[in-house]
Each structure stands twice: as structure tokens, then as C-alpha cells.
């Protein structure tokens, strides 16, 4: 006999949406000249209207940040800038459950990652900074290190306010001031975290949020006002961002995509194992830069592995985001919809043998059910493209040093999962692999004190952690090697 | 019996590719003059295929020398100290031959270089323990950050024998491979140093040092996709903006020194790699 879950919905009363949003410049919202819609991605319904922002409201937001530099946020001391973002914690910690509900209804995850996950990190990473604030001097990067002004910050769609969390905090922390563009179809909490600056009385002009497209983002990466350019997103958007800002003096940190292996050995702990290559792709519907997308298993326990994971994989409860009890949520966007069908099709081309549990998908909205392709070959493009989105590569290898071979050849290096009781061969596999992340009997776990970023072509510079405050502040005087 | 008027045997100037010294492939040289105008030499001018050629041997040596460990690489810079130091006065004067340099400041520069590799030599076995951390993690996870070389690391000299030497040993002492691209006069002395790393215990291809026209050489390192790390810092203003073009083809970490001595610049050759692993019984 089973037992069928009743859905538990979290009510959408907690948050307000209004019809129609501005930009916040200056410590208020100012209305754009444009509008586009932003829907739920669960349900196709408009939510409500974005302003489209154009370079004029770059330019003002831009002179905004710039403004509250000079005059006020790096007058501040230390001391005052961390109370502001203990500030900013705690109101967040209050409104946290408004803020995951919105997420949840922007995004298309699941309440249960935006409330557990998203918005706990985001409040702990305020808090975590916050404490920096008055400490710079301690941080490994000299007496006395310099912010570089208006940090300009683009971030995507699949973590709206943990993004906006890993780019303002450390910015303000180090004593920068800052401009930053949501993701054109995820920008209802940030500009709830803008009412948030307001209750904080947070200084105006130090946080500015223009919303718009990828147009409004480039005006912002080639603003000359802009010192320090922070980017989430993908690796091509990554390059032209190097490119535009290849004759400034532009610093720029730059998160990207990945191909993140996880390799499970033969002594591996399965069940765990398996509840990890879950957790690894399907956390968040795949949206994740980091995720597991190949698995890479140990050929004299892949039928085992395989087989425990499609089991898993049935159990997965796809549907209302809202449902408390949903694992799977809403592909965020048509487009990207769209790329996860073109690619997987793209697998079923190439040779691969594509498997999905029975998922009665809804009508209205974006879905994907949770995919696994076996038999998949180091060329197949599955097994080089970042797909983004539930669909996961599976590889098998025989000798440790070809399961290696195999999780490097991408020109990612993001992160990578290692799966074994055998502490000697996890570290040895952990020096091995050419990645910025590597969890170990674990995986997609974020921590604001832990540094994250890539090797290779998954971007420059490392957020949270002492390695993140680097990325906002130039090195201060050094006592040099006499 | 000592002749008198005794003719000089006179040095070939080679590349210095995979622990060997071979000629450019391509067969061209340029020449080398004395600040009074005097021929010294011929050095090779380095090619494209000499570059590519490094690549492969740099690629081919760095996985070793990086796995090396710290204290034997820390040897190994110090026995360059160690090779520089027999060497120093023939180097003093070919710089001040070939460069605009006085034989008393050249004399005090290679003192200096000399002493700039002891100095890196120190920093193998430290750089974990100063820019390495263990975090704090809120959950049941060992979680700790540690740097690690890029790989094949190419480098840029011009003018000043420190800064040749700075620029390599920055780029090596982590575990890096690296190729030097020299230009101009500075290859004469470049090549000497040559034979230093030649007898100093280090691995064919960690270093690697081409002699020609950076103008030339550059845009091919900033466009190798087997070329992970580019230090510009010898390249003029201007031309810096389309090496960085170039190099964001693969996200090549570009960096341009401050002329301080800090490991600041061995630190932007390296990546920092975090690893998560659970805590229970």
C-alpha cells in the first residue's frame, strides 16, 4: 500500500507584489521609461512589470554610487559600515519566509530550497561579512587595503538573492558602493532586498538596483564610472565581459559554468552516494553553475549504482513549487526550457540512452522531469556543454587515474565530487582534480565562510571566505621581503 | 706558454627549450650590439613553433614539478641562487654591455637577483600556511582552502635583469611551468642564466626561456589555449588591451606586476581549490 502526500501549500499571502517596479537609485524607486513582464515560471501568470533599464538610468544609478563613496560610505569607519549589514542580516532573518515565498513564485524552486537553503544563506552572509567590516587589516592582503569605489554587479536568474547576497555583502563590507542588475527574469527580490536598505537606513546611493536585460547589463560593464566589474553567468558572457574590459582598468571577478563531475569509487558508500548525485543534479532543477551534471562512475559498480538511482529518481516529487512537499520545481524561463529539449535531444542523437521516471507534468509552466542519459562518451556534447537544467551525464572508468582523466576533460573547472570510504584516495582524488570546489562524501553545499569559484574557463577570483574579500580590495602596504 | 693577442672562443646564443639548447627552428637571429655599437652577438629569434614547442614541454613537465614537494622545490630555486652566484660577474658584464646599465649597477643588480631566489626559494613551503585557510563551515564538514599552481604559466621580460628574474621565479616557485619571452639586449645575459637553470637540478621544461621580439611573441602566448597564466608586465601600455582580448579566449589569468616585492605575484598564478569532506563516525 502507499501513501500519497496531500499537498501542503505555503501561502502566498505573506508577500505583496505591486504591478509595477522602478529601479532603486538613491535610496528610492525611480520608474523607467520601459517595461517588460515577469512571470512565474510554474504557472505562466505575470507577476508584475520590471522597468527596462536603459543607459540614462545607468548613468544615474552609476553617479548615485559614486556619490555615496566619496561623501559617506567611505567616510564611515569599519565599525559603522558592519553594523549597517548586521542591520541588513537581521531584517532579512525577519522577513525571511515573505522573501522565500517570493523566490519561490519569481524562480519556479521549490519553497522547501528557498526557504532551507536561498534565504538562511543569504541572512548568513550579511552576518558573516558584517564582521569583516572592522577586521581588513587581518585579512591577508596588508595594512590598510583599499576598495575600488562602485563595484558594477550583474547576477543570474538561478539563486536571485543568495547571488545578490555573495556580491553586495563582501562589496559593502570592503567599502565599496554598488550597482547591480538582477536577472531580467528573476528580479522581484531584489528589489524587496531595496526595502530592506531602506528599513537598515543604509546610506542612499550605496546599494542601487537597476533591472532590465543583458543590454542594461553591458551599459553597466562599460559604464567608465564603474571600478570593479562582479558577474555571475554564463562562461560565453564571462568572455565578452574580459573583452569589453580588456583596455580599462577594470577589475573583475567572474563566476561561471561548469560540467561538475561526480566520481564515485567502488568502496563508495551507495545509498549515501546516491542521495548525493541527487542532491547534486537535481537540487534546484540543475539551475546550478556547480552542479554534478556528469556522473562518473566506477565501472564494477555502475549497474548497482544505476539501478539504486532510478529508484531514487521515481521518488523525486515534481510539481507546485509552493507544494512544501515538491522536490523539483519549475524550469525558470521558455528559452531555457528550451536549451535542456535541444541538448537532451542533442543526446538522444548522439547515441546516449535517456531515462526519466513517469512525472505527470503540468500544462502551464516550464517543466523538465528528472533525466539521467547512460552510456555517455567523453565527446558526446552532454558530456562537454553545460545543460543547465535536470539532466544528468552518466560516464564509467576502471582505473582511479582514468576516473580523473575523465572528470578534467571539459574546459571547465568548477566543482567535483568524490565518493569513497577510503580517506587516502579521497585526498588523493581531491589533489587531482582541477576544480575550485570539491565535496567530498557531500555535495552543492554553500557556506558564506567557505570560498567559491573555478579553475580554468569557470571564471577568475574566488567569493566568500578571506579569498572573496580580495576580489573588492587593493592590496595595502606590505612590509615587502627585506 | 699564454698568447698574447689569444682569439676569444665565442658563445653560439641558443633558445633554452625542454632542458636543451637548440636554435630556432625558423633559422633567424637578430643582432645584438654594444651601447658603443660593437657586435656581440647573435641571439636566436624565437618563432611561433618555438613557442608552441615550450608549450608542449612546459605542459608536458609542470604535473611533476608540481607534484614535487614543496621543500625539493625549495631547493631547487635555491640552487639556482646557489649556480647564479658563479655566474654573477659574467652576467654583470653582459648587461652592462648590451644595456645602457654601469658594470657597478649591473654588479649590484645580479647581487640582487641572486638574492631574490633565496627569497622565493623560502616561499614553497609557506604559501599554503599564509594564504591557504580552514573554514569555519556552519554544518558537520572539514572544510579547507588551499592554493595550488595554474600550469603552464608564460612571462614577459625586456629591460631589467630583476625583473626577468622576478617574473620566473614568482611564476615557478608554486609549481608552475613557465616560458620566458625576452627581448632586446637583455637576451644575452637571459641565455646565460640559461645555463644556470641548465645545472641546477631542475626538471627539463619547467623553465623555459625564448630570446626574439616580444611584439612578435606575445600575441601568439596570449592566444595559446594550452596557456594558462600570462604575465604582461613587461609589455608596453598600449598593447597590453589586445593580449587581454586575446587571452579571454580560454580566461588566461593576465596579470601586470606593481613592482613590489610581495607574493602577491606567485599568489596570481595560482588558484585557490576548497574541499568539503564530512565529519562523523
Given at each position: 500500500?502507499?501513501?500519497?502526500?496531500?499537498?501542503?501549500?505555503?501561502?502566498?499571502?505573506?508577500?505583496?507584489?505591486?504591478?509595477?517596479?522602478?529601479?532603486?537609485?538613491?535610496?528610492?524607486?525611480?520608474?523607467?521609461?520601459?517595461?517588460?513582464?515577469?512571470?512565474?515560471?510554474?504557472?505562466?501568470?505575470?507577476?508584475?512589470?520590471?522597468?527596462?533599464?536603459?543607459?540614462?538610468?545607468?548613468?544615474?544609478?552609476?553617479?548615485?554610487?559614486?556619490?555615496?563613496?566619496?561623501?559617506?560610505?567611505?567616510?564611515?569607519?569599519?565599525?559603522?559600515?558592519?553594523?549597517?549589514?548586521?542591520?541588513?542580516?537581521?531584517?532579512?532573518?525577519?522577513?525571511?519566509?515573505?522573501?522565500?515565498?517570493?523566490?519561490?513564485?519569481?524562480?519556479?524552486?521549490?519553497?522547501?530550497?528557498?526557504?532551507?537553503?536561498?534565504?538562511?544563506?543569504?541572512?548568513?552572509?550579511?552576518?558573516?561579512?558584517?564582521?569583516?567590516?572592522?577586521?581588513?587589516?587581518?585579512?591577508?592582503?596588508?595594512?590598510?587595503?583599499?576598495?575600488?569605489?562602485?563595484?558594477?554587479?550583474?547576477?543570474?536568474?538561478?539563486?536571485?538573492?543568495?547571488?545578490?547576497?555573495?556580491?553586495?555583502?563582501?562589496?559593502?563590507?570592503?567599502?565599496?558602493?554598488?550597482?547591480?542588475?538582477?536577472?531580467?527574469?528573476?528580479?522581484?527580490?531584489?528589489?524587496?532586498?531595496?526595502?530592506?536598505?531602506?528599513?537598515?537606513?543604509?546610506?542612499?546611493?550605496?546599494?542601487?538596483?537597476?533591472?532590465?536585460?543583458?543590454?542594461?547589463?553591458?551599459?553597466?560593464?562599460?559604464?567608465?564610472?564603474?571600478?570593479?566589474?562582479?558577474?555571475?553567468?554564463?562562461?560565453?558572457?564571462?568572455?565578452?565581459?574580459?573583452?569589453?574590459?580588456?583596455?580599462?582598468?577594470?577589475?573583475?571577478?567572474?563566476?561561471?559554468?561548469?560540467?561538475?563531475?561526480?566520481?564515485?569509487?567502488?568502496?563508495?558508500?551507495?545509498?549515501?552516494?546516491?542521495?548525493?548525485?541527487?542532491?547534486?543534479?537535481?537540487?534546484?532543477?540543475?539551475?546550478?553553475?556547480?552542479?554534478?551534471?556528469?556522473?562518473?562512475?566506477?565501472?564494477?559498480?555502475?549497474?548497482?549504482?544505476?539501478?539504486?538511482?532510478?529508484?531514487?529518481?521515481?521518488?523525486?516529487?515534481?510539481?507546485?513549487?509552493?507544494?512544501?512537499?515538491?522536490?523539483?520545481?519549475?524550469?525558470?524561463?521558455?528559452?531555457?526550457?528550451?536549451?535542456?529539449?535541444?541538448?537532451?535531444?542533442?543526446?538522444?542523437?548522439?547515441?546516449?540512452?535517456?531515462?526519466?521516471?513517469?512525472?505527470?507534468?503540468?500544462?502551464?509552466?516550464?517543466?523538465?522531469?528528472?533525466?539521467?542519459?547512460?552510456?555517455?562518451?567523453?565527446?558526446?556534447?552532454?558530456?562537454?556543454?553545460?545543460?543547465?537544467?535536470?539532466?544528468?551525464?552518466?560516464?564509467?572508468?576502471?582505473?582511479?587515474?582514468?576516473?580523473?582523466?575523465?572528470?578534467?576533460?571539459?574546459?571547465?573547472?568548477?566543482?567535483?565530487?568524490?565518493?569513497?570510504?577510503?580517506?587516502?584516495?579521497?585526498?588523493?582524488?581531491?589533489?587531482?582534480?582541477?576544480?575550485?570546489?570539491?565535496?567530498?562524501?557531500?555535495?552543492?553545499?554553500?557556506?558564506?565562510?567557505?570560498?567559491?569559484?573555478?579553475?580554468?574557463?569557470?571564471?577568475?577570483?574566488?567569493?566568500?571566505?578571506?579569498?572573496?574579500?580580495?576580489?573588492?580590495?587593493?592590496?595595502?602596504?606590505?612590509?615587502?621581503g627585506k | 706558454?699564454?698568447?698574447?693577442?689569444?682569439?676569444?672562443?665565442?658563445?653560439?646564443?641558443?633558445?633554452?627549450?625542454?632542458?636543451?639548447?637548440?636554435?630556432?627552428?625558423?633559422?633567424?637571429?637578430?643582432?645584438?650590439?654594444?651601447?658603443?655599437?660593437?657586435?656581440?652577438?647573435?641571439?636566436?629569434?624565437?618563432?611561433?613553433?618555438?613557442?608552441?614547442?615550450?608549450?608542449?614541454?612546459?605542459?608536458?613537465?609542470?604535473?611533476?614539478?608540481?607534484?614535487?614537494?614543496?621543500?625539493?622545490?625549495?631547493?631547487i630555486l635555491y640552487r639556482i641562487a646557489e649556480m647564479l652566484e658563479g655566474r654573477a660577474e659574467q652576467c654583470a658584464?653582459e648587461i652592462?654591455?648590451?644595456?645602457?646599465?654601469?658594470?657597478?649597477k649591473a654588479q649590484s643588480m645580479v647581487s640582487e637577483a641572486i638574492d631574490r631566489w633565496v627569497w622565493y626559494a623560502g616561499?614553497?613551503?609557506?604559501?599554503?600556511?599564509?594564504?591557504?585557510?580552514?573554514?569555519?563551515?556552519?554544518?558537520?564538514?572539514?572544510?579547507?582552502?588551499?592554493?595550488?599552481?595554474?600550469?603552464?604559466?608564460?612571462?614577459?621580460?625586456?629591460?631589467s635583469f630583476i625583473d626577468f628574474i622576478d617574473?620566473i621565479a614568482?611564476?615557478?616557485?608554486?609549481?608552475?611551468?613557465?616560458?620566458?619571452?625576452?627581448?632586446?639586449?637583455?637576451?644575452?645575459p637571459?641565455?646565460t642564466f640559461?645555463e644556470v637553470l641548465?645545472t641546477s637540478?631542475?626538471?627539463?621544461?619547467?623553465?623555459?626561456?625564448?630570446?626574439?621580439?616580444?611584439?612578435?611573441?606575445?600575441?601568439?602566448?596570449?592566444?595559446?589555449?594550452?596557456?594558462?597564466?600570462?604575465?604582461?608586465?613587461?609589455?608596453?601600455?598600449?598593447?597590453?588591451?589586445?593580449?587581454?582580448?586575446?587571452?579571454?579566449?580560454?580566461?588566461?589569468?593576465?596579470?601586470?606586476?606593481?613592482?613590489?616585492l610581495?607574493?602577491?605575484?606567485?599568489?596570481?598564478?595560482?588558484?585557490?581549490?576548497?574541499?568539503?569532506?564530512?565529519?562523523?563516525?
Open positions: 500500500m502507499t501513501f500519497e502526500y496531500a499537498p501542503a501549500l505555503e501561502p502566498r499571502a505573506i508577500v505583496t507584489i505591486k504591478p509595477k517596479y522602478g529601479h532603486f537609485i538613491n535610496g528610492s524607486f525611480v520608474s523607467g521609461k520601459r517595461h517588460f513582464p515577469t512571470i512565474n515560471p510554474a504557472t505562466e501568470e505575470i507577476l508584475s512589470h520590471l522597468s527596462l533599464g536603459s543607459a540614462s538610468d545607468i548613468d544615474k544609478a552609476v553617479a548615485a554610487a559614486q556619490k555615496a563613496y566619496t561623501k559617506t560610505w567611505s567616510k564611515l569607519s569599519g565599525k559603522e559600515r558592519g553594523k549597517y549589514l548586521y542591520r541588513i542580516a537581521r531584517i532579512l532573518q525577519e522577513r525571511a519566509r515573505e522573501f522565500a515565498v517570493l523566490e519561490t513564485l519569481d524562480n519556479g524552486k521549490p519553497i522547501r530550497e528557498t526557504r532551507d537553503i536561498d534565504i538562511p544563506l543569504v541572512a548568513a552572509h550579511f552576518f558573516y561579512h558584517a564582521g569583516w567590516a572592522d577586521k581588513l587589516d587581518y585579512a591577508g592582503l596588508g595594512h590598510s587595503p583599499q576598495p575600488y569605489g562602485v563595484a558594477g554587479q550583474i547576477i543570474p536568474w538561478n539563486f536571485p538573492l543568495l547571488m545578490l547576497a555573495w556580491k553586495v555583502a563582501p562589496a559593502l563590507a570592503t567599502g565599496n558602493t554598488v550597482v547591480l542588475k538582477p536577472a531580467e527574469t528573476t528580479s522581484l527580490t531584489a528589489l524587496l532586498f531595496a526595502e530592506v536598505c531602506q528599513q537598515a537606513e543604509l546610506p542612499d546611493g550605496v546599494v542601487n538596483i537597476v533591472t532590465g536585460d543583458g543590454s542594461t547589463g553591458a551599459t553597466l560593464v562599460n559604464h567608465p564610472g564603474v571600478h570593479k566589474i562582479a558577474f555571475t553567468g554564463s562562461t560565453e558572457v564571462g568572455k565578452k565581459i574580459a573583452r569589453a574590459i580588456a583596455a580599462t582598468d577594470k577589475k573583475a571577478t567572474l563566476e561561471l559554468g561548469g560540467k561538475g563531475a561526480n566520481i564515485v569509487f567502488d568502496d563508495a558508500p551507495v545509498d549515501e552516494a546516491v542521495e548525493g548525485i541527487v542532491n547534486g543534479i537535481f537540487f534546484n532543477q540543475g539551475h546550478v553553475c556547480c552542479a554534478g551534471s556528469r556522473l562518473i562512475l566506477q565501472e564494477s559498480i555502475a549497474e548497482e549504482i544505476i539501478e539504486k538511482l532510478k529508484v531514487r529518481m521515481a521518488k523525486i516529487r515534481v510539481g507546485d513549487p509552493l507544494d512544501k512537499n515538491t522536490d523539483l520545481g519549475a524550469i525558470n524561463s521558455r528559452e531555457q526550457l528550451t536549451k535542456i529539449q535541444e541538448l537532451a535531444a542533442i543526446g538522444d542523437a548522439e547515441g546516449a540512452q535517456r531515462w526519466s521516471p513517469q512525472c505527470n507534468l503540468s500544462d502551464k509552466g516550464y517543466w523538465f522531469a528528472p533525466t539521467i542519459f547512460t552510456g555517455v562518451t567523453q565527446a558526446h556534447r552532454i558530456a562537454q556543454e553545460e545543460i543547465f537544467g535536470p539532466v544528468l551525464s552518466v560516464l564509467t572508468f576502471r582505473t582511479p587515474q582514468e576516473g580523473i582523466d575523465k572528470a578534467n576533460n571539459t574546459p571547465f573547472g568548477l566543482s567535483a565530487g568524490i565518493w569513497s570510504e577510503k580517506g587516502s584516495r579521497t585526498l588523493w582524488a581531491s589533489q587531482q582534480l582541477r576544480a575550485g570546489v570539491i565535496w567530498a562524501n557531500t555535495f552543492n553545499k554553500f557556506d558564506p565562510t567557505s570560498p567559491f569559484g573555478g579553475y580554468k574557463e569557470s571564471g577568475w577570483g574566488r567569493e566568500g571566505g578571506k579569498h572573496g574579500l580580495a576580489a573588492y580590495l587593493k592590496t595595502g602596504r606590505e612590509s615587502g | 706558454m699564454v698568447a698574447t693577442n689569444r682569439i676569444e672562443v665565442k658563445k653560439t646564443y641558443k633558445l633554452f627549450i625542454n632542458g636543451a639548447f637548440p636554435r630556432s627552428e625558423s633559422g633567424r637571429v637578430f643582432e645584438v650590439h654594444s651601447k658603443k655599437g660593437e657586435f656581440i652577438a647573435n641571439p636566436c629569434l624565437a618563432s611561433r613553433k618555438d613557442l608552441r614547442d615550450s608549450v608542449t614541454a612546459a605542459r608536458a613537465a609542470q604535473h611533476g614539478w608540481a607534484k614535487a614537494t614543496a621543500y625539493n622545490r625549495g631547493q658584464a652592462s654591455t648590451t644595456t645602457a646599465i654601469t658594470p657597478l616561499w614553497s613551503d609557506k604559501l599554503s600556511a599564509v594564504t591557504g585557510a580552514t573554514n569555519p563551515v556552519a554544518g558537520p564538514y572539514y572544510n579547507f582552502t588551499i592554493p595550488e599552481p595554474l600550469g603552464v604559466v608564460v612571462v614577459t621580460a625586456s629591460d617574473a614568482a611564476a615557478v616557485v608554486s609549481g608552475n611551468s613557465v616560458i620566458a619571452l625576452v627581448d632586446g639586449g637583455l637576451s644575452v637571459a641565455m640559461a641548465a637540478d631542475l626538471p627539463a621544461g619547467v623553465i623555459n626561456i625564448l630570446t626574439g621580439s616580444l611584439d612578435e611573441l606575445a600575441p601568439w602566448a596570449a592566444s595559446h589555449m594550452d596557456v594558462d597564466g600570462f604575465d604582461i608586465s613587461a609589455i608596453s601600455k598600449k598593447k597590453r588591451a589586445e593580449l587581454k582580448v586575446a587571452g579571454a579566449e580560454n580566461l588566461k589569468r593576465i596579470y601586470i606586476a606593481d613592482g613590489k610581495t607574493p602577491s605575484r606567485i599568489l596570481a598564478f595560482m588558484e585557490q581549490k576548497t574541499v568539503w569532506h564530512t565529519i562523523g563516525v
